[in-house]
Structure formats: structure tokens, C-alpha cells
């Protein structure tokens, strides 16, 4: 049985509370941390469990009795509480992105050659079964040597402002993941990268300095090309689809949908629209990292990723970030 501590109590901090009191059985919560959670949701993780809820971030880190601890609070306390709980001889699971700066993911890792315990990143769109079957595809052979990756990633709806001004922009907080996937997909690092965006959806995103719309192209080391295509608004809902193409066959996934019902009359052919939103989509994934976290520290195995795979999405969004602002394709090796 692993202990656990859970670092921030809000939107991904609670999926992760329920799927390691629901769906992890080798794991319990000891400890959920949050300087400002809500009485509902202190009793909430009793409820769900939880056996001591507090303010304090460094109470988790001080009980001898949790092996390790699920950081789910704001971005910007990623890497200093990552360094600090691996100093403290705590396994770690990270929210994406570990930091926006790679020299603080670079202290993270220094930190892990000195303390090496495990570390994963939650990057959970590897464990969809969808991709994780396109994924199998690849890794059998049966796609051959891959030329072309396409990833179409739009949410139904912004983030609120507030979000948006913190968020690093949409190539380190959403279209992330999107890069951790042409890695995931292609088994390889990207070399150089070139970005087409604009504001579509929201003026105000413009104001922020932000981007909502994005076409982005990637040379990978295996001689791939990917390209991204971002939204940050689609009408139709949560629109996740990947295809990889290359010498032998094709590998592609639709949307997940409540229901595959077709249905027929005189007006038309209709079916359900996908998932709403990530928390819909996703939530088999966000348990099943978990659970290959948990494993990897009970088995003594390597986690399925580790701090370079953390790394990489983050350099790539910040060669996006420099693409569009020179408007130019960015090496990179560009990025420290
Ligand atoms: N993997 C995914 O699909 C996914 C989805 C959503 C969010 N995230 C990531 O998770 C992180 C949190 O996002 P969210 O949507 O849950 O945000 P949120 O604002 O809902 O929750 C963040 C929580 O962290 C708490 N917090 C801040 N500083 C803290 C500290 N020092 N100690 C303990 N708690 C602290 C805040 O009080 C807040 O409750 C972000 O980095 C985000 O990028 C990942």
C-alpha cells in the first residue's frame, strides 16, 4: 500500500482525491493541502477518505509516513515544491507543466540525479485508450516508418480571463499536451518548429497577450512532420482526434461520444457530439496515470514517464511562443 499527500485541492487536485479513493486500490490518501480550500471541500475529502486535510504544504512533506505526493497546486509552485519534496525523499507526481522556465525544470532534475526517487509528469492523454491504441499500432509495426502525424486539439469553451493571464499562454498550458503527444506518437523529439495563430474566438484573449487559434508545424528527429491544429473554442465540444500516416498504413481515432447512435430520419443523419470537456473525456486516464505511479513505486519499475518528458513539451512551447513572435521557423536547440 502507498501513502499518499495531496498538494492543492482545486479542479485537477479533487480528480485526482477521487480516483485514488474510487479507482487505486494499492493507494490511500493520507494528507490533502491547500492554503485556501473550502470547508465543502475539506468534508468533502473526508468523505472521500482524506484522514487529515490542512493549509500547509510542508506538513505533508514532513510526515514520514507518506511515500509520496501528487503536486496539483498553481504553475508556478510546480518546480520549487517538486525540489523540495524530492529533497524530502518523496516519490512525485506533477501536474503538467512542471515550470515555464527550463532552467527551474533543470533544478528539478539536478535535484532527482541527487535524490533519486520517481517522478511522473501528468501528462494524461497517454493513457487514453484511444491514443494509447494508436500508440500500439505504431510500436507493432503496422504503420511502418512514420512521415506524418496530425493532432486536432479544440475545447468547447476559453479558460476564464483571470486564467488566461496566468497561464503561460496556449502553447505551454494547452496546446502542451498536444506536444507531449507528437512525442508520445512518434517516440521521438522535436528539432524545429513553426506556428501560424491568431485571435479568433476572443478579443480579449488578444488583450491579454494570448493567442486562441493555432496551426502548428514540427520537424521531428525521425524525419516526421506534425502538425497541431488548436482551438479554443469549438461549438461542437471537446475535440480530440490524432492520425499518424507513414510508409505502410494509417492509425486515426474519432471523438469519444456518450453513445455511438446514428440516427436516421427525413431530415438527416445525426449523432452524439464528443465528450464535453476533459474531465468528461478523460477520467479513465487521470486514474489509470495514477495507478501506473503508484505501481512503479510498489514494484521499484520506472515510471512510464519521467522529468525529460517534462521537459521537452515545455522547450517546444516556448520555440512556438518565439515562432510566432519572430514569425520564423525556431530550431529547438534554440531553447535551453
Ligand atoms: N493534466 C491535466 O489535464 C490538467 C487539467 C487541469 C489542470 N492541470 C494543471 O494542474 C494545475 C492546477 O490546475 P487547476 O485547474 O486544478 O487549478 P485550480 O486553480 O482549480 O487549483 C489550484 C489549487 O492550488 C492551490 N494552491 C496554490 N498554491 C498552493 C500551495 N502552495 N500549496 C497547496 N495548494 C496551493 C490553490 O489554492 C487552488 O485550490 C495547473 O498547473 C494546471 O496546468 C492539469
Redesign the pocket.
Known sequence: MVTVGI???????KVHVESISTKVANARIKML????IREETAQWAKKMGVAHVTKD?REVLADPEIDAVLI????D??SP?SVEAIRAGKHVFC???IDHDVAKIREVMSALEEHPVKYQV?F?RRFDHNFAAVRAAVDAGKIGEIHIVKVTSRDPEPPGMEYVKVSGGMFL?MTI?DFDMVRYLTGCNATEVYVEAAVLVDPAIGEAGDVDTAVITLKMENGAIAVIDNSRKAAYGYDQRVEVFGSRGMAAVSNDTASSAVISSAEGVTGEKPLHF?LER?MDAYAKELQYFVDAIENGTDTPLGVVDGLEPVRMGLAAKKSLAEHRPVKIAEIG
Do not use: L, M, Q
Open positions: 498538494i492543492g485541492a482545486g479542479r485537477i487536485g493541502a491547500d492554503p485556501f504544504y496539483c497546486s498553481s504553475t509552485t510546480h515544491i501536474e503538467k507543466p501528468g494524461n498550458d499536451h476533459f478523460y
